[in-house]
C-alpha cells in the first residue's frame, strides 16, 4: 500500500462511501453487531455466527454484515443494529440466538421490524 | 400603536430555506463541504435572492447524515454529497421537483417503537469522544478515514505550526481526563519548551479504577482517533516516539490498538514523513500487568522502562524529565482522543461544550445500582441526578438512591441529598469527591457506607506499592480500624484515629495513590456519620449489610408458609411446616441473605 498525501484521505473515504451506503447500491441492508468485550461477554459471537450461518445457508448477498464497537447501553448486550436501504435503522437489545434468527427472518429479509425485541428507531445524537 | 414607524428593515424572506445539520456526526461526514457547493451552485443558477442556506444544529440522525430539510415543504433529504449537489439544485430549487432518490421516506405506518432521540439514554448524551462508536468497524482504518479520520491530523502537518497546535488546545480549555485535570495545552507547551535529546508522548490506558472502563471501550470501538489525537500531540510538541501503556487483561482493546497501528503505518499515517510531510512518528504498544499504581505516571515511566514500578519525588516532572530521561507528555486515553476533534471543530466551539472551567464532555461508566449501565459521555456540568436518573434510569426494584461514588478508590462518596450537584473538575472536589478517569457507582439504601470505605481501603492496601510507610502501613491500619467497625469490635475513638491517620497518609505519601487513598473514608465520614455512629455504639448496620451486626428474622404476620426460603436455605436453617410461619435457626444461619431474595411476600426482615 503506497503511503498517502492529504488529498488521497478524501479519496478513501468517498470510496467508502459507495462501498457502505446503502443507497448507493451497496446492498439492499446493513446489519450491525456491536462487539464490544461487553457485549463479546454477552454473547455477541454467537449472534454473529448465527447471522453468517443464515447468509449462507440462504445464499443472501445483498446484505452487509459487519462489527462495531459497544453500543453503550452496556446492561442490554448483545445488541445489533439493522438498517433497511431508505429506513431508520433499529436497534436490538437482549438478543440470542434465536433472536436473531427471528430478526433476521422478519425485519432484515421480511422487511417487518420485530417490535418485541426493538429498544429504537433512529441514531444517536452527536453533539 | 397604529402603525409600525420601526425603523428596522424586516428580515430578508425567501422562498426556500435549506437546513443542513451541522452536528458533529453530519460534519464529520462532510456537511461543510455539502453547505459550500449549494451555496457555489445556488449561485451559480441566481437563486441567491431566493434560496438560503442555514447551518442547523444536531438533529438526531446522525447515521444518515449530512442531512437536510428543505422550507416550507419540509423534504428530509439524507446522506448528501458534493455529487448531488448540481442534481438537487437543478431538480428541487430552479424545478420544484424533490429528488426522490436522495429523499428519507419513513415506512409507511411508522413501527411502535420510540425513536432513539426519545429515550432519555440516548438523547441527554452529547458525543464527541464516542463519536463513532457503534457507526464504524474498528478494525478497518478506512471506515475511520470515511468519517473525517485523520483530516485533522492532515490540516495540522500541512498547515500548522506546533505552537499554533499548542494554542489551540489552549483555548478550547481540554483538560486530562485521567483524574487531575491539569490543563492540555500547557502540559504539552511544557514539554515542547523543555530541552532534551529527543521527546516522547505516552498514552495512559491503564484504567485501574473498580468499575472504570472507558478507556477500555473508546480503544475498543475508535482506536484510530486516539493514535491521531497521539501524533497530533506528538507534531505539537516534537516528539518521535509514542507509547500506549495497556493492562494486559484488555485483549480485545489491545488487538484493536495493535490492528489500527498496523494499518495506520501502512498507511504513512504515523511513521517516516507522516503524509508526505517532514514530520515523523511512531507508536509502540507497552503491556501493563495490571498494577494499579502504574495509572501515576512516574510509575508508569518507571514500568515503561523496565523497573519496580515505584513513583518518584516531583520535580523534575515528566515534562522536563520522564522516559529515560526525554522530556516527556503522558495524557490519558480519553484527552488523546479529543484532540482530532478540536482541530477539526475548532477551539472555540469545543469550549463552547461545559462549564467555566471544565470544557467538553466526560466518558463515565455507570455501573451498580442503577438501571441503564453502561458507557455514557455528557457534556461537563450535567447534574448527577440526570445521569442517575434520566440516563441511568434510576434505581432499580423501587428502592432509595443513596450515594454516588466517583472517582474510583481515589475518590468519595456523594449523597443523595447532593443529587443536583453539576458534575464538573470543581464541584466535585467541593464536595470531598474527584472527577477521577469516570467511573460512576450508584449505591442504594441496602448499600453500607462503613462496608464501602473498608472495600477501596481493601483494595488500596493492597495496591499500594509499599514505597512510603504512610502510605504502606496508614492504609493498611486505616482498613484494620474500618474492618474492626464493620465487625461490631468499633470504639468510640477509632473515627478521631482515622482522620489522623488519613491526615498523615494524605501528606506523607509521594504519589496520588497515598494522597487521595483516605478519601473514601473522609467523605463517607462526612456524609454518613450517623452509620460509623450505628456501627460503633448501637452495633447495628443500619442498610443490613455487615453481618455480624445483622440478624435475619420471618415475621410471622407476613409470611404464608409457601416454603420457598425453606427449600433454598443452603444451611437448613429454615424451619417450618407448609402453610406456617417459618423460623430461622441463628445457630445455622450463614447470613447469606438467599431466604430474603426468594421470598415473594417481604417476610424476611434484617435487624
Not at chain 2, 425603523?7 to 452536528?23: D, H, M, S
Not at chain 2, 458534493?82 to 428541487?92: I, M, R
Not at chain 2, 467511573?439 to 483494595?459: H, K, N, P, S, W
Request: glycine share 10%; with cysteine.
Amino acid at each position: 500500500m503506497a503511503k498517502l498525501r492529504p488529498e488521497d484521505l478524501d479519496k478513501i473515504a468517498e470510496r467508502m462511501r459507495h462501498q457502505t451506503l446503502l443507497r448507493d447500491g451497496a446492498g439492499r441492508a446493513k446489519v450491525t453487531v456491536h462487539m464490544g468485550t461487553c457485549g463479546i461477554s454477552a454473547g455477541a459471537r454467537k449472534i454473529m455466527s448465527v447471522l453468517l450461518t443464515e447468509v449462507q445457508q440462504q445464499h443472501v448477498e445483498d446484505v452487509i454484515l459487519t462489527a462495531s464497537g459497544c453500543a453503550g447501553l452496556c446492561s442490554r448486550e448483545p445488541m445489533m443494529t439493522v438498517e433497511l436501504k431508505d429506513e431508520a435503522p433499529v436497534k436490538y437489545v437482549d438478543l440470542d440466538e434465536d433472536k436473531a434468527r427471528k430478526i433476521f427472518a422478519d425485519h432484515v429479509l421480511g422487511g417487518k421490524v420485530v417490535t418485541e425485541f426493538a429498544l429504537g428507531v433512529g441514531s444517536e445524537r452527536l453533539s | 400603536m397604529s402603525k409600525d414607524t420601526s425603523p428596522i428593515e424586516a428580515p430578508k424572506t425567501y422562498r426556500v430555506q435549506l437546513l443542513i445539520c451541522a452536528g458533529t456526526g453530519c460534519v464529520s461526514n462532510r456537511s461543510f463541504k455539502v453547505r459550500d457547493a449549494l451555496i457555489g451552485q445556488i449561485s451559480k443558477q441566481g437563486l441567491s435572492d431566493e434560496v438560503q442556506v442555514v447551518a442547523t444544529g444536531c438533529q438526531g440522525f446522525c447515521a444518515q447524515g449530512p442531512i437536510m430539510i428543505t422550507q416550507p415543504d419540509g423534504i428530509f433529504y439524507q446522506m448528501l454529497t458534493v455529487d448531488d449537489v448540481p442534481l438537487l439544485v437543478e431538480e428541487h430549487l430552479v424545478k420544484g421537483r424533490p429528488v426522490k432518490k436522495l429523499m428519507y421516506t419513513p415506512a409507511k405506518g411508522e413501527p411502535p417503537i420510540p425513536k432513539l432521540s426519545d429515550i432519555a439514554f440516548f438523547s441527554k448524551q452529547r458525543l464527541i469522544v464516542l463519536r463513532n462508536r457503534g457507526l464504524i468497524d474498528p478494525e478497518k482504518i478506512d471506515e475511520y478515514i470515511a468519517r473525517d479520520g485523520y483530516q485533522a491530523l492532515a490540516k495540522v502537518v500541512t498547515s500548522s505550526s506546533p505552537e499554533q497546535v499548542i494554542e489551540r488546545v489552549k483555548v478550547s480549555g481540554l483538560r486530562g481526563r485521567g483524574g487531575a485535570g491539569f490543563l492540555t495545552g500547557l502540559k504539552w507547551e511544557l514539554t515542547r519548551k523543555a530541552s532534551g535529546n529527543g521527546k516522547c508522548v505516552i498514552c495512559n490506558a491503564d484504567e485501574g479504577d473498580p468499575g472504570a472502563f472507558m478507556d477500555r471501550s473508546i480503544i475498543e470501538s475508535d482506536p484510530h482517533s486516539v493514535l491521531e489525537g497521539m501524533t497530533i500531540g506528538a507534531y505539537a510538541i516534537g516528539a518521535k516516539n509514542g507509547y500506549v501503556y495497556i493492562r494486559e487483561e484488555y485483549p480485545l482493546a489491545m488487538k484493536r490498538l495493535h490492528i489500527a497501528i498496523d494499518q495506520a503505518r501502512e498507511y504513512g499515517l504515523i511513521g517516516d514523513n507522516i503524509l508526505g510531510s517532514e514530520f515523523s512518528f511512531d507508536v509502540a504498544v507497552h503491556r501493563g500487568a495490571g498494577a494499579f499504581v502504574c495509572g501515576e505516571e512516574t510509575s508508569l515511566i518507571a514500568s515503561l522502562e523496565g523497573r519496580t514500578p515505584e513513583p518518584r519525588i516531583r520535580p523534575p516532572f515528566p515534562a522536563q524529565s520522564g522516559l529515560r530521561g526525554m522530556p516527556t507528555n503522558i495524557n490519558n486515553v480519553e484527552t488523546w482522543a479529543n484532540v482530532p476533534v478540536i482541530i477539526n471543530r475548532g477551539a472555540e466551539w469545543f469550549s463552547s461544550v461545559g462549564t467555566e472551567k471544565s470544557k467538553g464532555t466526560k466518558v463515565f461508566s455507570v455501573v451498580g445500582n442503577v438501571t441503564n449501565t453502561g458507557l455514557v459521555e455528557v457534556p461537563m456540568g450535567m447534574t448527577l441526578r440526570e445521569i442517575v436518573y434520566d440516563i441511568g434510569g434510576g434505581i432499580p426494584g423501587g428502592k432509595q438512591f443513596k450515594a454516588v461514588q466517583t472517582g474510583g478508590p481515589s475518590g468519595g462518596c456523594i449523597p443523595e441529598s447532593l443529587v443536583d450537584l453539576p458534575i464538573d473538575y470543581e464541584r466535585l472536589t467541593e464536595v470531598g469527591s474527584i472527577m477521577g478517569s469516570g467511573g460512576l457507582i450508584v449505591m442504594d439504601e441496602q448499600t453500607c457506607m462503613v462496608d464501602v470505605a473498608r472495600y477501596f481501603l481493601d483494595f488500596l492496601r493492597s495496591e499500594s506499592c509499599g514505597k512510603c510507610t504512610t502510605c504502606r502501613e496508614g492504609i493498611a491500619a486505616m482498613h484494620d480500624i474500618v474492618a474492626d467497625i464493620c465487625n461490631g469490635q468499633g470504639k468510640r475513638e477509632d473515627i478521631g484515629l482515622l482522620e489522623d491517620l488519613a491526615d498523615a497518609v494524605k501528606d506523607a505519601s509521594l504519589c496520588a495513590l497515598g494522597g487521595t487513598a483516605p478519601n473514601p473514608v473522609l467523605s463517607t465520614l462526612r456524609y454518613f456519620q450517623d452509620e460509623y455512629e450505628a456501627h460503633i455504639s448501637e452495633k447495628k448496620c443500619p442498610a443490613g449489610v455487615c453481618r455480624a451486626l445483622i440478624h435475619y428474622r420471618i415475621d410471622p404476620d407476613k409470611c404464608k408458609g409457601c416454603m420457598l426460603c425453606n427449600k433454598q436455605c443452603p444451611q437448613d436453617a429454615v424451619e417450618g411446616m407448609p402453610k406456617e410461619p417459618q423460623t430461622i435457626d441463628e445457630e445455622k444461619c450463614i447470613k447469606c441473605g438467599v431466604c430474603r431474595e426468594s421470598c415473594k411476600f417481604e417476610a424476611v426482615v434484617v435487624e
